[in-house]
């Protein structure tokens, strides 16, 4: 078995990973997609000591530094299940089962579904979730963005560079960060839409517009557009830990200070957990908490 077998490759993982073969156990992770959300971001300006950044980049680092260590990488391999019994079983899709001694969980986060009429449809012909990924598809044409926090802001500063028009569409007040409002109502070409109910992204073959009640007049509208980008936040992933871990109501892993779990011997990190703030360096810290969590946990069983 290992002594510390980590599931998730995003910055918390491969911190994990980074801590625990520094104290000579035998570490393992096993990534769906090593680097995690990082590889859709494109810009990072908030690591600490690195002015600037990009995903992809990052994501490669990450590897590379897990990588000068004795780490076994096991990328491409999705986890669907945990079970405690001698050791801790992690089961995978392909059928494998992982044994350790100590888990860290850090299976991070993804987008949110707006659940809408023609969402499904019309994913990947006109819906999209990363602006940074796919706003460059949609140069020259009017798109949507769905919602009003710092995403949906951010997503449409971005886009406004790229697109011919973008208008933001927000369930209630805008709740991004006022210095990301002002950058955003400066620039000619972003509408904002407040109290907007979305009912419908319709299309025909593609996206061609999009339907919403006005909440204040109880009024429908209709915008034709070409692109709609869905930026309401993201959820956990964590439903295959459901019934093995605790989870809290938004689906988070519970964790204390050390990062344990409700199971000893497990642990977790980064944007899969209920810590109140979800950043690159804050899933790092994290990733670290759990590594020496678990080898303290180590050393007294
Ligand atoms: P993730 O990065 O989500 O990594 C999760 C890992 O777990 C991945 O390897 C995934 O493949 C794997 N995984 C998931 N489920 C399973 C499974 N069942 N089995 C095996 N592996 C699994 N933060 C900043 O600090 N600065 C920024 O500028 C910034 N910009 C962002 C821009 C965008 C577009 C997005 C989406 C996020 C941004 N963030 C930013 C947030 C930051 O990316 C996250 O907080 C951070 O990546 C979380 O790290 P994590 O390791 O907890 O999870």
Redesign the pocket.
């Known amino acids: 078995p290992y002594d510390v077998l980590i ?8 911190s994990a990973a980074i801590y625990s073969a520094r104290k000579g156990i035998r570490t393992g992770i ?9 590889l ?2 494109v ?5 600490i000591t690195v002015n600037y950044t990009e ?1 992809p980049k990052l994501a490669a680092t990450l590897e590379e530094h897990v990588k000068q260590y004795n780490v076994d990488i096991m990328n491409l ?4 299940g945990l079970e405690k019994k001698e050791f801790i079983e992690i089961e ?1 899709e392909n059928g494998a089962v992982l044994k350790s001694k100590t888990v860290i969980l ?6 949110r579904n707006a659940d809408v009429p023609g969402e499904t449809e019309y994913r990947n012909k006109g819906i999209a979730y ?3 990924c796919d706003g460059p598809l949609f140069a020259g044409k009017h798109v949507a963005v769905i919602g009003g926090g710092n ?1 949906g802001v951010e997503a449409a500063i971005d886009l406004a560079g790229i697109v011919k028009h973008v208008t933001l569409l927000a369930r209630s007040e805008l709740k991004a960060d006022p210095v990301l409002q002002d950058r955003m109502r400066s620039l000619p070409n972003v509408t904002v839409i407040e109290q907007a109910q979305i009912k419908e992204i319709t299309g025909t073959d593609k996206v061609n517009g999009i339907t919403y009640i006005d909440r204040v007049t109880s009024e429908e509208q209709h915008i034709e557009l070409q692109g709609v980008f869905v930026q309401i936040g ?1 959820v956990p ?1 964590t439903e ?1 830990l459901r019934g093995s871990v605790e989870l809290n109501r938004s689906g988070e892993v519970i964790v204390d200070k050390a990062g344990s779990t409700n199971i000893p011997g497990v642990f977790a ?4 957990t209920d810590s109140k703030f ?6 790092m810290g ?2 670290a908490t759990a590594a020496l969590g678990a080898f303290e946990y180590l050393i007294r069983n």
């Open positions: 599931v998730g490759g995003g910055p918390a993982g491969a096993v990534a769906d997609r090593f680097g995690g959300q990082v859709d971001t810009g990072i300006e908030n690591l995903g391999q999705r986890a669907k995978l850090s299976t991070g986060a993804r987008w990363c602006a940074h995403s993201t992933n295959w990190a980064g944007d899969c979800k950043q690159i360096i804050i899933s994290s990733g």
